[in-house]
């Protein structure tokens, strides 16, 4: 069964360094989510891809945080510099569905999630 | 105020027993409701999404949605212990491509 492959699974870093965080999708899945989920609370949307195209970023803080996903294929996600608050789960999501701005899908596989811990 | 609420227990219950998973919310746009079932130290997993109002089954699950109400809930018939996990609610809104996501309820099935 085809999944969605993070690495790494784990990262401790400390604050006012840089991290990045990798993702494969589904194979064939034009698009690609990156969300933040904080301990005790659902996912939230940092940026969203349409193939190599940004779909939606309005939620990505871009004074520390940048994303790319520059052959249509898999993902990097950095922050420079890490702040204490930056500590959560990092989760990949990827879908079959083609999406824009207006139109969303339901259809959405996650990945296992990089667990972040800022000290 | 969230526009999706949800209690994020912990809820806990025997083996064999009925639970109930429930979120509500306020924006009545939301037609594309979601139930993702999410291990410890895992990423979610859709279990069940519903079209705008109604039931939906699948096996031991069961997924109604009450537009008038602004209330969905999820239904776990003879649960299991491997059933213990976080429960998250997730919406779309009929225009726009943002999923809504409710804190959670954690659950456990005690054998």
């Known amino acids: 069964e085809a999944e969605v492959a993070q690495s790494p699974r784990y990262k401790i870093t400390e604050k006012s360094q840089a991290v990045a965080f990798w993702c494969d999708p589904i194979?064939?899945?034009?698009?690609l989510y990156w969300y933040r989920q904080i301990l005790g609370q659902g996912p939230e949307l940092l940026v969203q891809?349409?193939?190599?195209?940004?779909?939606?970023d309005s939620q990505l803080p871009k004074d520390r945080f940048s994303a790319e996903r520059l052959k249509g294929v898999d993902s990097t996600l950095k922050i420079q510099p890490a702040e204490l608050g930056d500590s959560a789960m990092y989760l990949c999501?990827?879908?079959?569905?083609?999406?824009?701005?207006?139109?969303?899908?339901?259809?959405?596989?996650f990945g296992p999630g990089t667990r972040l811990t800022v000290t | 105020q969230k526009e999706v609420e949800q209690d994020p227990g912990p809820l806990s219950v025997p083996e064999g027993a009925i639970v109930s998973l429930n979120c509500t919310y306020s924006?009545?746009?939301?037609?594309?409701f979601m139930w993702y079932r999410q291990y410890s130290r895992k990423g979610p997993e859709l279990l069940m999404y519903t079209y705008s109002s109604g039931n939906k089954e699948d096996g031991r699950f069961t997924a109604q949605v009450d537009k008038s109400s602004k209330y969905i809930s999820l239904f776990i018939r003879d649960s299991q212990p491997s059933d213990s996990a976080t429960y998250l609610c997730a919406m779309i809104k009929n225009t726009g491509n943002q999923f809504y996501f409710g804190t959670g309820t954690s659950l456990t099935v005690i054998p």
């Open positions: 999501a990827s879908s079959p569905i083609r999406v824009s701005l207006t139109r969303g899908t339901y259809e959405q596989y």
């Open positions: 891809f349409q193939d190599e195209s940004v779909v939606d």
């Open positions: 924006n009545s746009a939301f037609q594309y």
């Open positions: 194979s064939g899945h034009a698009t």
